[in-house]
């Protein structure tokens, strides 16, 4: 049956697919045959034996570059499959010729069968001796297990391995519970026995690895690929891959479900150095993704090919941004030439094209919100007139280049120019922002609305946007859930009309914000992506630019009556998942009384910018990157608490660490987070005291200084680094980016 499956996975695939969806066929069927791994018979484990032979003679799916050994590293264990609870672990094991290990136990039955190479095993008689920290070990059989055999050890058996030949060695070895939940297995220090000890799983185990240049071609081969970086966001800020998305490991529990739906998607994962690749990779692992890799020596080794670097954040919608400018020679307008206009009353609307909550942290005196997506629906409200000249702004350059050309290329009456580089220039030329402002959205008259409905059907379908009726909608969503192809469905609306009623399982992502940062909504690259067409304009908008993106887009005008014109109310869900045991909650007032009387730390790890607005008095705040090396610093007798808004993120980050760092001290999640703490009206505080990852968490903006000097030199340095996004996309070669004339 199995070699039947292995043989249907299709060869135009990438070895790391068909190698993951071979394990995943032996692993299903190993789960039917034994069921309870701590039930399995000898004759459960014979079946099993079988197919593990088969998956070992598909040896082209372990080639010996995706699991490299050398003379620093003679021997490495790499993770192939495991259960969230540490069952059904596939490792292999890879090695030099001469690699031996000393006479050890498992606790646990194992199945070792050959890929590569011969690993001799002799089994042991374990007897006891006058002294009972020495038992003696006598040599009952030898196996030497290769390619097309296999070898079964009971929990008790005893045995050394020992790689014959000349050739470099690759076995599989599955284990009915994985090798770090294994804590009382023991090591002979001899052949002969002796004493002995417990001892844990080999350190560094690792993940199937992937080159610089692997990657790039992965990028061009027109199959799904998600590069996550799992390093805190603002470490990643600093330098990444272009098509890298920023996914702190400690978050993923939180946010792969979103960013990465269906659990077969081809993922590397990447850091600095490898150093933390690999926690990462065993993450998304227990949380149930699959094919899963690591490039091997990070961001380090891709600089080190010549390959391109880039640093901030969003950075293919920014670098998209530059590039309209750049190519269709979009209108811009000074902060100079803007007042000077205003000042004599000219016939001008500026309109602001950020959300609705950066518009009220800041904006020009007489701007008008009106969202990216928002633009062509409603522009004809505010700018009726076709006389009257449009500004686009937002905070810098991107949403201000793209809105004013969107509706360049809706074919708008009107004169439409950009502010060039935003309020940024607005407050480096000496000008003030207003602050708290607020202006309605203009509902567009029927007249309005029909107009915008032509231009923006006559956008999306020179971008290539396709509308899909109910039945391709339902055809795709099967596929889906068969995890054959990915499907992102997004509602582009308002905040406030999609928790009005919306379809159920479509995310929300407001048009303009899914343009500006999509990385933070779709992780899957050649994933299809579907948005709700309500209104025939905002939707197609929004399509039409993602699709220049370089994103497979369509839209799907939702039923006005029948069964599928159900909606669910209130905001988007989301879904967490829990691979650990929870870890231990604590009231507000319980934590409150174990940190006046010195016997516990609190520790906010959510977000330096909200920690600095408010936390609770005497918090310090962490990224979560380096939460356990400052743990390791505490007293071992202090409590710690960790805290997040709401408490979810600490309660997952804590339960984490209980399984993966076991730190001594005791560890507990705040219940209900700064949220609560403010509810239970305990002390609260704020400003940078307490900091002690400097800007680790998450990319700051220069808005955030307090200082003028050093806001304005930030302005500077971003818009800087903006500008020369252009440059870097032409040495980066292939982007997607496809704009419509």
Known sequence: MTSTLLSAIPRELDVGTRRSAAIAQFISTARQLIGDPSQASREDLEAVARHLETLGRQATLFPEEDFPVDQEHPAVVYRLSEEADGGFALYLSAALPGKSVLPHDHTTWAIISGVQGVERNVFYRRDKTADPA?????????????????????????????????????????????????????????????????????????????????????LAD?????????????????????????????????????????????????????????????????????????????????????????????VPSKAFGEVIEHEKQTPWITS?????????????????????????????????????????????????????LVVVNCAGRTRSIVGAQTLIDAGIPNRVVSLRNGTMDWLLTGRTLAHGRQTPLPEPSAGHLAGARAQAE??????????IDAATLQRWQESARQQQRTLYLFDIRTRAEYEAGHLEGWRWAPGGQLVQATDEYAATRGARIVLADWDGVRALTTGAWLAQLGWDVSVHAPATHGPGAARVTGPEPVRVLVPDSPAPLIAPAQAAALQQSGAAVLIDIDSRAAYEKRHPAGARFVA??????????????????????????????????????????????LRGGTRGWIAAELPTDSGSDGVVTGDDDQSYSPYLHKDLALRNAGFVEYLEWELGLVAQLEREGHTGIALID
């Open 336 to 388: 100079e030439e803007l007042e000077r206009l205003v000042r004599q009353g000219d016939n001008i609307a500026v309109v602001d094209s950020r959300t609705p909550e950066e518009f009220a942290a800041f904006s020009l005196p007489f701007a008008h919100s009106v969202p990216g997506a928002e633009l062509v629906y409603r522009i004809a409200e505010i700018a009726p007139d076709p006389e009257t």
């Open 624 to 669: 979560p990157g380096r939460l356990s090396a400052f743990i390791s610093t505490l007293p071992l007798q202090t409590s710690v608490v960790l805290i997040s808004a709401d408490g979810i993120l600490a309660h997952s980050v804590a339960s984490g660490l209980l399984r993966s760092a076991k730190p001594v001290q005791p560890l507990l999640a």
């Open 222 to 314: 027109g199959q799904e690929i998600a590069l996550l970086d799992v390093r805190d966001a603002g470490v990643y800020a600093r330098s990444h891959l272009l098509f890298a998305v920023s996914a702190p490991r400690w978050r993923l529990p939180l946010d792969i479900d979103r960013l990465v739906p269906r659990r077969n998607t081809r993922i590397v994962v990447i850091d600095g150095d490898e150093s933390q690749a690999h926690d990462g990779a065993h993450q998304l692992i227990r949380l149930g993704w699959t094919n899963v890799s690591v490039l091997a020596g990070g961001t380090e080794a891709w600089a080190a090919a010549g390959l391109e670097v880039f640093s901030g954040t969003n």
């Open 134 to 218: 020495r038992d003696a070990l006598t040599p009952e059989r030898t196996v030497d297990v290769g390619l097309g055999n296999s070898v079964i050890l009971g929990p008790d058996d005893v045995h050394t391995i020992e790689l014959q030949g000349h050739q470099t060695g690759l076995h599989l070895h599955f284990y009915g519970r994985g090798l770090d939940h294994m804590p009382a297995r023991v090591v002979f220090e001899s052949r002969a026995g002796g004493s002995y000890r417990t001892f844990g799983p080999p350190a560094g185990i690792r993940h199937a690895r992937i080159t610089p240049q692997d990657i790039k071609a992965a």
């Open 458 to 467: 006559a956008v999306a379908h020179r971008a290539g946007v396709r509308r």
